[in-house]
Nanobody, 118 residues
Framework: QVQLVESGGGLVQPGGSLKLSCAASGFIFSSYAMSWYRQPPGKERELVAR????????NYADSVKGRFTISRDNAKNTVYLQMNTLKPEDTAVYYCNVYRSVVARDYWGQGTQVTVSS
């Protein structure tokens, strides 16, 4: 079955950096776009970044452009989110996501907490 396991969250001061990882299994990883979403406290879940399966095309939410970088290693079935110049408003639970069109279903990891605070 599909499994997505995030890691790398934590507490960081404003201006700091964190790198999130998402290890995937149960599907042909290189065939699917992968995404990172986040859900700030009391708010709805929002798309942060997405990377295509082949070619590595990326797109980002305006709020993170120039600060966050999504990447993937298809040999390791892992997607990453490098987060730099973190701001308090980046505080959220971050989720890894894949949408498998063959079954018309979204899959989510368990989430990892990122807290940006001094």
């Amino acid at each position: 079955q599909v499994q997505l396991v995030e890691s790398g969250g934590g507490l960081v001061q404003p201006g700091g950096s964190l790198k999130l990882s998402c290890a995937a299994s149960g599907f042909i990883f290189s065939s699917y776009a992968m995404s990172w979403y986040r859900q700030p406290p009391g708010k709805e879940r929002e798309l942060v970044a997405r990377i295509s399966g082949v070619g590595g095309r990326t797109n980002y939410a305006d709020s993170v452009k120039g600060r966050f970088t999504i990447s993937r290693d298809n040999a390791k079935n892992t997607v990453y989110l490098q987060m730099n110049t973190l701001k308090p408003e980046d505080t959220a639970v971050y989720y890894c996501n894949v949408y498998r069109s063959v079954v018309a279903r979204d899959y989510w990891g368990q989430g990892t907490q990122v807290t940006v605070s001094s």
